[in-house]
């Protein structure tokens, strides 16, 4: 029976010391019972947090390209290129993040 754990230290130790039957397994052979622990890492079951930050990476580029769009309809005679460059850099970086998160993982 595998027995499921948090992804930390503390969590082990924790399940580790409420059990007596871990306790009996890790005295008698630590590696098999070592073996029976399932580590559960959030960003392997919680698919929220993909969702929540590829939505707000999204939402950022768009609000930053209708930005830059009416900032050029705006200031057609006076444009201040210091401003434009600084929005375009914001969205190529939230763009690159936006692929690096949305890109297979090379284990999986």
Do not use: C, H
């Amino acid at each position: 029976m595998k027995t499921t754990i948090n992804n930390s230290f503390e969590d082990f130790k924790k399940t580790l010391s409420n059990s007596i039957e871990l306790q009996q397994e890790f005295q008698t052979d630590p590696i098999k019972a070592l073996n029976n622990f399932e580590v559960k890492n959030p960003k392997e079951t919680d698919s929220w947090i993909y969702r929540i930050i590829v939505l707000m990476l999204g939402l950022s580029i768009i609000a930053i390209i209708v930005g830059l769009i009416l900032l050029a309809f705006w200031d057609r005679r006076n444009p201040d290129s210091q401003l434009i460059t600084i929005f375009a850099t914001i969205s190529s970086g939230a763009i690159g993040a936006l692929a690096g998160l949305l890109a297979p993982s090379p284990n999986k």
